[in-house]
Every structure is written in structure tokens, then in C-alpha cells.
């Protein structure tokens, strides 16, 4: 095997891992972390329009994450399968980038007054902290990548993934109804 079918190979096997992580974000889970039995928690109260305000502010933004969601799948892959040069590959990671940064400007001016509602945001900015550094992390990997290096960028992206997963599992505990964006 030659460098650049080593290099093609290693691109393959890591980027198929990067776009299955990514591609679950949102999907819930039948076995979610930090579930507590009814009635072993204080009692929270919040107001129905304010949760139902909360919420439509929530799903405006979130359509972006599903958007980055996609587009970071189609960029892996077609840099893994090799019909997108690494120049490309650099340019369309900074327009994801640079989406990633207004998505958390409106995060943040979405970040609740209620304290409660406020330790459930918080979830959601830590997801797109992480999936900013898996980014980062992405970017130093597609000149010259390398399994340790790719392996970051899934571990990133799924401390991304894990805590959507957690913000929607807390909402809906909260709500007692299912929140999925």
C-alpha cells in the first residue's frame, strides 16, 4: 500500500465513524443518563408559556444544528471517499464554522431567565462548544490525518451529541411530555 492509499484508507475508516457519531445527534435514547425516580427530586415550577416560549426559541435555532448536522456528513464523506480536495474540504468546514458562531450568539440570546430552565440551556451551549472544537479538531486532520487524530474529532462530537441528548432527556422530564428538535 502506497501513502496514498494508506492515507485514502485511514480517511475512509475515520470519517465513516465521524459522519455515524455526527448523523445521531438529536436521536434519543432508551437508557438516558441522571434519570430519577418520580418524586425523588424538588418540585419545579414553571410556567406553560414560558416552557412553550422557551421551546419555539429552541426549535428556530436548532433548525441550524440539524443543517451542520448534515452538511458535516456530506463534507466527511466526500473528503473521505476523495471527490472533495482538501481545499474544499477547508473551505466548506469554515462556512460551517462560521454558522457555528451565530448559532451561538442566538443561543446564548435565547438563554432563559429561569433558573431552571437555565441549568437545562446550559446543555445545549456545551453541546455546540464541543462540536466547535471537533471542528477545530477536524480541521488539523485533513491535510494529514491520522487514527488518534480522527478519534479526537469522534470523542468531541460525541460529547456533542450526548449533551443534546441530555438537554431534549431534561426537557421532557421537565415538560412530561417528549421534546425532540
Known amino acids: 500500500m502506497n501513502g496514498?492509499?494508506?492515507?485514502?484508507a485511514g480517511r475512509m475508516m475515520g470519517s465513516n465513524v465521524l459522519m455515524m457519531l455526527f448523523?445521531?445527534?438529536?436521536?434519543?435514547?432508551?437508557?438516558?443518563?441522571?434519570?430519577q425516580a418520580p418524586?425523588?427530586?424538588?418540585?419545579?415550577?414553571?410556567s406553560v408559556p414560558d416552557i412553550n416560549f422557551y421551546l419555539a426559541d429552541v426549535r428556530r435555532t436548532y433548525v441550524t444544528?440539524?443543517?451542520?448536522?448534515?452538511?458535516?456528513?456530506t463534507i466527511t464523506?466526500?473528503?473521505?471517499?476523495?471527490?472533495?480536495?482538501?481545499?474544499?474540504?477547508?473551505?466548506?468546514?469554515?462556512?460551517?464554522?462560521?454558522?457555528?458562531?451565530?448559532?451561538e450568539v442566538q443561543v446564548e440570546g435565547i438563554r432563559p431567565v429561569d433558573s431552571e430552565l437555565g441549568k437545562i440551556?446550559?446543555?445545549?451551549?456545551?453541546?455546540?462548544?464541543?462540536?466547535?472544537?471537533?471542528?477545530?479538531?477536524?480541521?488539523?486532520q485533513i491535510d494529514f490525518p491520522t487514527d488518534a487524530g480522527l478519534e479526537q474529532?469522534?470523542?468531541?462530537?460525541?460529547?456533542?451529541?450526548?449533551d443534546l441528548v441530555r438537554f431534549q432527556q431534561r426537557l421532557s422530564n421537565l415538560t412530561g411530555r417528549q421534546v425532540q428538535f
Open 4 to 8: 496514498s492509499e494508506g492515507r485514502y
Open 23 to 35: 448523523l445521531m445527534t438529536g436521536c434519543g435514547s432508551s437508557t438516558p443518563e441522571d434519570v
Open 39 to 46: 418524586g425523588s427530586s424538588p418540585m419545579v415550577s414553571i
Open 65 to 73: 444544528v440539524n443543517l451542520m448536522t448534515t452538511e458535516f456528513g
Open 77 to 103: 464523506n466526500g473528503w473521505s471517499l476523495g471527490f472533495v480536495s482538501d481545499y474544499w474540504t477547508h473551505q466548506f468546514l469554515n462556512n460551517i464554522r462560521q454558522r457555528l458562531e451565530i448559532l
Open 121 to 140: 440551556h446550559i446543555e445545549y451551549e456545551n453541546a455546540l462548544v464541543n462540536f466547535e472544537q471537533a471542528f477545530v479538531a477536524f480541521e488539523s
Open 153 to 162: 474529532v469522534n470523542l468531541l462530537l460525541l460529547a456533542g451529541n450526548q
